[in-house]
């Protein structure tokens, strides 16, 4: 009798101890799962999709291939993309099917894949404000990438400023605006 109460206190302790798997999400973490979750939860109710599985499913398939960046690798860890080794896609589409909160599924799936939680969406350059000389060339490029554009013939830094500087009325307007105004 003794042997089993100082056995339940061990485990009681023990267990105490340990951390726990359901604790809640910190702030900034899993940050790519929450925001492209939650965009894609208001995106299913805007356009009035039926929540089930299936066409859950289907809308976050569709989603997926028009993902760009970190949140095309978090839908590639899920399985939505054509490439991916994986496929926990119902780990996502059947709880939103119950309207589970976007942070209990992104717990869930941080429990399967500890990667989709350490995503993290890159810093964005104020280009209102910042000076592009300043900037790696490796930076402007990226801004470029993100508009969808390259700059063909480029080979020094001032020529990515000069496409930069050419594009960005077009793709950041109020930059555009806020740097003449200087």
């Known amino acids: 009798m003794i042997y089993l109460s100082g056995l339940s ?3 009681a302790l023990a267990l105490a101890l340990l951390p726990s798997c359901t604790e809640a999400l910190k702030d900034g973490e899993c940050e790519v799962c929450v925001g492209f979750l939650e965009r894609f939860y208001q995106t299913l109710q805007d356009n009035d999709i039926k929540f089930d599985s ?3 499913e289907k809308a976050l398939l569709k989603s997926c291939k028009e993902a760009k960046g970190k949140e095309n690798r978090f839908c590639y860890y899920i399985g939505a993309t054509s490439d991916a080794a994986t496929k926990i896609i119902n780990d996502v589409s059947k709880p939103m ?4 909160p976007v942070q209990k599924i992104c717990e869930k799936l941080k429990k ?3 990667q989709i939680c350490e995503l993290k969406y890159d ?3 104020d280009l209102s404000s910042v000076d592009l000389k ?3 060339v490796k930076d402007l490029k990226k801004i470029l990438e993100e508009w969808g554009e390259s ?3 480029c080979v020094e830094k001032s020529d990515f400023i000069r496409k930069i500087n050419e594009l960005m009325p077009k793709y950041a307007p109020n930059a555009a605006k806020a740097r003449t105004d200087l």
Request: aromatic share 4%.
């Open 123 to 125: 810093k964005q350059v």
């Open 54 to 56: 299936d066409s859950i």
């Open 9 to 11: 206190v061990a485990l």
């Open 151 to 153: 700059c063909k013939g």
């Open 97 to 100: 099917s119950y309207h589970v």
């Open 134 to 136: 300043k900037l790696k």
């Open 112 to 114: 399967k894949d500890g």
